[in-house]
C-alpha cells in the first residue's frame, strides 16, 4: 500500500464510531467498549451491533403494534358515535344507550309508530326506514374500515421500506470496512462523501429470497449483472463503491494505480434542478453508475447538484 494511505486506519475507525452513534444511538462508551486497546475491532463487535439492532427492531416493532391497536379502538369508538349521532339526528330518543343497545332503541322507535297487532321483526327489518338507514350504516362503517385498512397498509409498507433500507446500509457499511475506498481526513467531508452512495440506495428498492437479497429497479424489475443473472445487493453495492470513490492499489507502476488515467469526462450528464427529492435521487444515481467520470468529479458533480436543490422540502 503507498505511504501516504497507511494512516487511513484512524479516520475509517472515526466514521464507524460515528456511524453507530448516529444510527444506532449507541453511547461513547459503548462504542469504545466494540475496540481493543490497539484500536482494532473486537471478536465479537459485530455480535454486539448486531444485538444492538434487532432489540432496536423489536421496539420499533412493538410501538407500531400499539400504535395500531389504539387506531382500530379509536377508529371502533368513532363509529359507534357515528351510528348514535345517526339515530339522534334520525329523530330516535337513545339516551345513553350505546352500541347494540343504540340498535334496540331504533326497533323501539319504529314499534312505537306501528300498530302492535302488525308489528313483528321481519316487519321493522322489512321496513323503508329500516332499509335506509341500515344502508348508510352499512356503507358508513364499511368506509371507515376501508379507510383504516389503507392507513394500516402504508404504514406497515414504510415501516418494511425502513427496515430494508437499514439491512442494505448495513451491508455496505461491511463493504466500506472491507474495501477501505480513499475518504478525506476530514469526518464531515467523508461523511457526505459517503452520502453518494445512500442517494443510490434510496434509488431502488429490493426484496429478500432465502438469505440473498436482490436489487428492484424503478419498474420493478431484478437488476441483472453483466452475463443475465440477478444482481445482489452486495454486487450493486460493491460495483457502486468502485464507481464513487478511489480505491487503494498495492502497486502503482505507471498509471497503473490511476483509475482515472485515460478516461475522459465527455459531457454525458447534464446537471439540472431537480423538481423533488425522487428526481435527486435518480441524477445522483446516474451520476455514480457513469463510467467515463472520475471519482473527484462525480464528488464535485453531486455537490454542485446538491447546491441546485437546497430549496427543495
Not at 352499512?138 to 389503507?150: G, M, V
Not at 467531508?189 to 452520502?195: D, G, T, V
Amino acid at each position: 500500500m503507498p505511504l501516504k494511505h497507511r494512516n487511513k486506519m484512524p479516520e475509517l475507525k472515526e466514521v464507524f464510531s460515528g456511524l453507530l452513534v448516529k444510527g444506532y444511538n449507541m453511547t461513547e462508551a459503548e462504542v469504545s467498549s466494540l475496540f481493543s486497546e490497539d484500536g482494532n475491532p473486537k471478536d465479537d463487535a459485530i455480535e454486539t451491533i448486531l444485538s444492538r439492532q434487532a432489540t432496536s427492531l423489536q421496539k420499533m416493532r412493538d410501538k407500531a403494534k400499539e400504535e395500531r391497536d389504539q387506531a382500530f379502538a379509536r377508529g371502533v369508538r368513532e363509529k359507534a358515535e357515528e351510528v348514535e349521532k345517526a339515530l339522534k339526528d334520525a329523530g330516535v330518543e337513545i339516551g345513553d344507550a350505546k352500541g347494540a343497545d343504540a340498535v334496540k332503541k331504533l326497533i323501539e322507535h319504529i314499534e312505537a309508530r306501528t300498530k302492535p297487532s302488525d308489528l313483528d321483526d321481519d316487519k321493522v327489518k322489512n321496513s323503508a326506514f329500516f332499509r335506509k338507514r341500515e344502508k348508510e350504516l352499512l356503507d358508513q362503517i364499511s368506509a371507515k374500515e376501508t379507510e383504516f385498512k389503507k392507513a394500516w397498509s402504508d404504514r406497515d409498507a414504510k415501516e418494511q421500506r425502513e427496515r430494508d433500507l437499514s439491512s442494505v446500509k448495513g451491508k455496505r457499511d461491511d463493504l466500506v470496512k472491507t474495501m477501505k475506498p480513499i475518504l478525506p481526513e476530514d469526518p464531515e467531508k467523508a461523511r457526505r462523501q459517503l452520502s453518494v452512495i445512500d442517494h443510490a440506495i434510496d434509488a431502488h428498492t429490493y426484496e429478500k429470497e432465502g438469505d440473498t437479497w436482490y436489487v428492484i429497479n424503478k419498474e420493478g424489475k431484478r437488476l441483472e449483472t453483466s452475463n443475465g443473472l440477478p444482481m445482489t445487493v452486495e454486487q450493486f453495492l460493491e460495483a457502486e463503491i468502485k464507481a464513487t470513490y478511489e480505491l487503494p492499489v498495492s502497486d502503482k507502476k505507471g498509471a497503473a494505480g490511476d483509475i482515472t488515467k485515460g478516461t475522459e469526462n465527455k459531457g454525458a450528464i447534464k446537471l439540472q434542478k431537480p423538481a423533488n427529492r425522487q428526481a435527486l435521487a435518480a441524477q445522483i444515481h446516474e451520476i455514480s453508475e457513469n463510467t467515463t467520470l472520475s471519482s473527484k468529479e462525480k464528488v464535485e458533480m453531486v455537490n454542485q447538484l446538491k447546491e441546485m436543490a437546497q430549496d427543495l422540502a
